[in-house]
């Protein structure tokens, strides 16, 4: 627990260090908007940011010019609609075991069940907080099928790689996983080739880059002219990368910073960007809202194909529609925000929900409405 | 808007789905006087004395972990939620329903552990009942408690009393409880040697009943937190609620496990905590008493009421924003990245 106070110490929720870095965000940004002509448009990528600036009510004391747009990085939002069908489906097909982290509990198929609905009806669905214990699961239930649901960034692939390099290791027969891994940097790539994204700078996602460390990020520099803030979790790391943003903005010079040095180095883990080498390959992925999108994912390797559940059970994905009338689609991409679309807090709650943004603890739609913005 | 069609697990969370079963389904079964306040007990008459009566199943995988077991928390839970009304607990009944198989040196285990806990309250286990299930009926063992206690002539503690101005005092450090369970349940290995809180909070409500006459209300902070005691508080008396977070109780350890998971300290569960709503002038004194007892030597003030429109539960964060607490909405659940 040491380590993790190190993360978390109350210094990065200090009132006089956040007073004094929003006195200077708010000069920074006036110069910025200066510079721009307008609005300062910062995306945060990753829904933990979301959800950590929610939770700090930071944006009622942001400048008026400065509005922080979510992006396609919640794990559960961006699952295409079609692969949680898949998933639905694997969890009808008797004798399974589902294994899952706990998010994906509540997100909706297309017929309008999710997994606690199937639960209720039987199905045998276990939350798990790593894919590691999943195998467990499986080693202990030798007569079953375990499939873990794989879905998630470059943080959580590295972790399921070591769950199927041990399943692999001690030859479980009986262990699956659906591969629907993304990658973050061709959503960002994405993003920025559309000519009328309004982003001015990216505040990208502390844990992600821990894994990939920061050259993947150049491109977005270099080509693209916009800025960008590695980024921390704490109220501090926030403001403090926002700053960075608004600085590189002002200068004129986009270049790719590291607020979050204390956890990202710039090399991010070697080790871990080898095991997903050897478990995953690069593959086109289905994004929600987006569509399939070359090169933007993760599927597993021909070494580990004989793991992919989606093949050993014989499923096939279908190009279901998002729920009508739901905005998540244009959220993701920075075009709206959760207010805008008229069933936020009416017809979509978080008990309620019609969209995934709104299910997943990270989504946009979630920290809108818990935290009452 | 059409609610689920078969019970699901969050309908046990303690949120708002749990809320709505407990109003369409429960009341509108056994709707009457003494139950409707729905408060943590019913108060009837019996003979002209006031009597404070509840009852609790305990459901928790492992029956033992880190500070406490499932006995532990049987006999806690039925005496908090009796001394919150401000009763004198009289006894205690207790129901098992054990599954086939279940470890006898366990339950002997769990009932020495109820034994401790129930003369540590100074109240008795008077009468119980055991079931055993099958194999796979059930898990290992499922523990109902009830309670009867006196209430003292005169004295009315209630949510619906809170006036605007009231001050919110929390007896000591949320969320020690559900995060031990879960680092327990889940083998998650979180250091900091994070206990469960479980434990009888009748003799710290009399220190702070003694101290002062000031009392209003007070509530146990159980499934749920301290946001979802706070928005039931803030319904039944009509009033909004505004908390500092910096004043908040929270141990350093549990702060940083509740990061790591993504978990909010003011929706996660304690079973030996209370949230005690008091005039503004009793404030100083009751928190005084309550930081003498051993279950309040980390009470603080940590908010206020005050009268509002449409009432809601704000909290003032650290760095000096501000955002809503709603009711927990489902089970919480941690998350992915």
Partial sequence: MKSAERFSSPLWRDRSMAASALAEMEQLCSAAAERTGGRINIMEVCGTHTMAIAASGMRRLFPKELRMLSGPGCPVCVTSQGDIDLVLALAAVPGIIIATFGDMLKVKGSNGLDLNALRAEGADVRVVYSPLDAVELAASEASREVVFIGVGFETTAPVVAAALARAKKRGLKNFSV???????????????????????????????????????????????????????????????????????????????????????????????????????????????????????????????????????????????????????????????????????????????????????????????????? | MKGPEKILLAHGSGGRLSRELVEQVFLKSFSNPALEPLEDSAEVKAGGTRLAFTTDSYVVTPVEFPGADIGRVAVCGTVNDLAVKGAVPTALSAGFILEEGFPMALLARITASMRKAAAEAGVPIV??????????????????????????????????????????????????????????????????GIKSDAAPLNGLIRAALAASGGVRAIRDITRGGLATVLNEVSGACGLGAELEEESIPVSAATRSACALLGLDPLYVANEGKLALFAAPAAADKILKAMRRHKYGRNAAIVGRLYREKRPQVRLKTAIGGSRILLMLEGEQLPRIC
């Avoid at chain 1, 933007?296 to 009508?324: I, T």
């Fill in chain 1, 178 to 373: 659906t591969a629907f891994f993304k990658l973050v940097p061709p959503a960002l790539d994405l993003l920025l080739s559309d000519p009328t994204n309004r982003i001015s700078g990216f505040m990208l996602p502390g844990h992600v880059s821990a894994i990939i460390g920061l050259a993947p990020y150049r491109f977005v520099a270099e080509k693209y002219k916009v800025p960008c803030a590695v980024t921390g979790f704490e109220p501090l790391d926030i403001l403090t990368g926002i700053n960075m943003l608004l600085k590189q903005i002002v200068a004129g010079k986009p270049e790719v910073q590291d607020e979050y040095f204390r956890a990202v180095p710039e090399g991010g883990n070697p080790a871990a960007v080898k095991l997903m080498g050897e478990v995953f390959v690069t593959s086109d992925a289905s994004w929600r809202a987006i569509g399939t999108l070359k090169k933007s994912g993760m599927a597993l390797s021909p070494a580990y194909a004989s793991f992919d559940a989606v093949k050993r059970f014989k499923l096939k994905r279908s190009d279901a529609p998002e729920p009508r009338g739901c905005l998540c689609g244009k959220i993701l991409l920075g075009k709206a925000l959760p207010p805008d679309c008229p069933m936020f807090g009416k017809a979509c709650t978080p008990s309620s929900a019609v969209g995934p943004c709104m299910v997943s603890s990270e989504g946009a739609c979630a920290a809108w409405f818990k935290y009452g913005n």
């Fill in chain 2, 127 to 192: 009468t119980g009942d055991t079931k055993v299930v099958e194999k796979g009926h059930a898990d290992g063992v499922f523990i109902n408690t009830a309670g009867i206690g006196v209430i003292p002539a005169g004295l009315r503690l209630t949510s619906a009393a809170v006036r605007p101005g009231d001050v919110i005092i929390v007896s000591g450090n949320l969320a020690d409880h559900g995060v031990a369970v879960m680092n327990a349940r889940n083998r998650l290995g979180l250091e900091g």
